[in-house]
């Protein structure tokens, strides 16, 4: 495979897995929070039915978002961190004897 095949696969799987990392967090997220305000939350439609006369909390909702992409953008760079060590070689390096 061409050098520059693998880095764009590389490229693709890094932000394919962080994206569906980040969708997987914001749905753990709104949630967690869901539960913890009294709601109850429906995982067939994925939303939230708070109780009534209480308002749900910012990450029950659209806030959720404001967590899981920097955990995205974090993990992304770990992972094309991890990809560039080996690609480069460094992971095959033995230290001076």
């Known amino acids: 495979m061409k050098s520059q095949t693998k880095r764009s696969l590389a490229t693709l799987l ?9 969708l997987l967090l914001a749905e753990v997220v709104r949630q967690r929070a ?3 305000a009294g709601g109850v939350w429906d995982a067939a439609a994925r939303r939230c039915s708070p109780p009534t006369g209480t308002e749900l ?3 029950a909702g659209a ?7 920097p955990a995205a953008v ?4 770990f992972l094309w ?3 560039t060590f ?6 095959r390096r033995r230290p001076p004897e």
């Open 14 to 22: 890094t932000g394919l897995i962080a994206t569906l990392a980040a």
């Open 34 to 36: 869901c539960v913890r």
């Open 57 to 59: 909390p910012l990450l």
């Open 63 to 69: 806030g959720a978002y404001l967590v899981a992409v």
């Open 74 to 77: 974090l993990l992304a760079v």
């Open 81 to 83: 961190r991890i990809y």
């Open 86 to 91: 080996f690609a480069t070689g460094a992971g």
